[in-house]
């Protein structure tokens, strides 16, 4: 390396060192500010127990589908088809416990949110008859979110997008089980047979 370079570049460091210890404001941060984590927990929207929850209805415009428990198995309402025990049970785990990411505690437009024409709402019924649920909104800015908002209750929360599109395939995509993979038919499989 140019010792002439080298030489430059010893100085800047000299002069920047002698700026921050002698020349800096009296009590300005050096170097990157420390930041306070909030220790409290994210919100909790609701904690309910999955053996309780019983159904999952979804409304989104004019369309209406749902689950239903039937003893182990889950089927698809208004059908009563059989529906894919795993994708319903992923679903149903993360319904009973949701966890916001932020609330909005003192929301004075609605439409603001997506909620004054929600784009859903999504109704859980638990053994007993009670019930559950949970309009859902727009998305947040940099779709950090979805807003959404149990009931009674005039918050507004930010849920994960994962949930929010989770709930609308119920509708869109129902959550029917896998077809199973047909097999080859023989006639379509090569002949093992030695060629002439």
Known sequence: MNPRVTVGLLVVLIALGAYVYWGAPAGSPVGPTPTTKDASPPP?????EEGRIQAVTVRRGGQEAGVERVGEEWRLTP???SADRLRVNSLIF??????STYRVANATNDAEFGLAQPAMVATVRLTGGETRSLTVGAKAPAESGTYVRR??????YLISNALAQDLERIVTEPPLPPSPTPLASPAASPSLSPGP
């Not at 909790?44 to 309910?48: M, Q, S």
């Not at 009931?151 to 507004?156: F, L, V």
């Open 44 to 48: 909790e929207i609701w904690a309910l």
């Open 79 to 81: 059908s009563g088809e």
């Open 94 to 99: 993360r319904l009973a416990t949701i966890r």
């Open 151 to 156: 009931d009674g209750d005039p918050s507004i």
